[in-house]
């Protein structure tokens, strides 16, 4: 029994990655084609964009502050006193590469993508998905495609903006410690490259990516009144985290360290 119920897990796993992976075609084929909603896209573009700032904001703000405070205890603690300033490196790096995508896709996972799912799996509930069909529209064109696209575009954005806001808080809580500012930003200068940066847009771009299609494709298979709704937003959360975890390991491995010549 138990091994039946395995493989029905099993099956059951792989058929809904197969429903996800056409879900995804799908809507990247209608990134391209025409009619194209640009009201719907606008309004998502506030909603993942303009909407989610706050709390990007807050989250590399305190993040760059608790990766500072423990660079700066490291140092202080295990090399000796005075070399702290060197830690603007590590503190950079660590968070335009790994920590500042990580955050701001889960943010933008708890706040945007769960709202995707609830509004979606509400239509779904109450048959606006099916009245869509029957007056000759195409739901991936409506629904899907305006939230990939503001995911594609506003991920990369809202990282690059947790970027400069986690730098500079780190960067803070070191010279409010005292720390030499000259040495501690000479040191991110030269060891901070540009790839850095692209290297942690590019993870956001295909975390933005996933988000969408998971909590669009979670909506459209709602099912079961209001119960079925919250249970597929909970599922949205939980396995858009899950994802960006797993994927920010392999990408991690897959992107180069450098662009540079050695």
């Not at 500079?168 to 410690?177: D, K, R, S, T, V």
Request: hydrophobic share 50%; charged share 15%; net charge positive.
């Amino acid at each position: 029994m138990a091994g039946k119920r395995i493989g029905r897990a099993v099956l059951s796993f792989f058929g809904q990655l197969g429903e996800v992976g056409l879900l995804a075609a799908a809507a990247f084929r209608g990134l391209f084609g025409r009619p194209w909603e640009r009201r719907n896209f606008l309004l998502q573009l506030e909603e993942v964009g303009v909407r989610t700032v706050p709390v990007v904001t807050l989250t590399a703000a305190f993040g760059g502050l608790v990766f500072g405070l423990q660079t700066y205890s490291g140092f202080h603690r295990y090399i000796g006193p005075g070399t702290e300033a060197y830690g603007g490196s590590i503190i950079s790096v660590g968070l335009v590469r790994e920590l500042i995508p990580i955050w701001v896709s889960v943010m933008v996972s708890g706040r945007v993508a769960s709202a995707m799912t609830a509004e979606i799996g509400t239509m779904r509930i109450t048959e606006q998905v099916d009245a869509l069909f029957s007056l000759g529209a195409d739901p991936v064109k409506y629904l899907v495609v305006p939230r990939l696209a503001a995911c594609l575009i506003m991920l990369p954005c809202l990282t690059l903006y947790g970027d400069l806001v986690g730098v500079f808080c780190g960067w803070l809580y070191n010279a409010l410690m005292g720390v030499n500012s000259y040495v501690y930003v000479k040191n991110t200068l030269i060891y901070l490259e540009i790839w850095d940066l692209a290297s942690g847009m590019i993870k956001a771009l295909i975390f933005g990516a996933v988000i969408a299609v998971v909590a669009c494709w979670n909506g459209l298979n709602a099912e079961g009144g209001a119960k079925g709704v919250g249970r597929a937003t909970t599922r949205t959360v939980v396995v858009n985290a899950v994802s960006i975890l797993i994927l920010n390991f392999f990408l991690s491995k897959a992107l180069p360290a450098t662009l540079l010549p050695k």
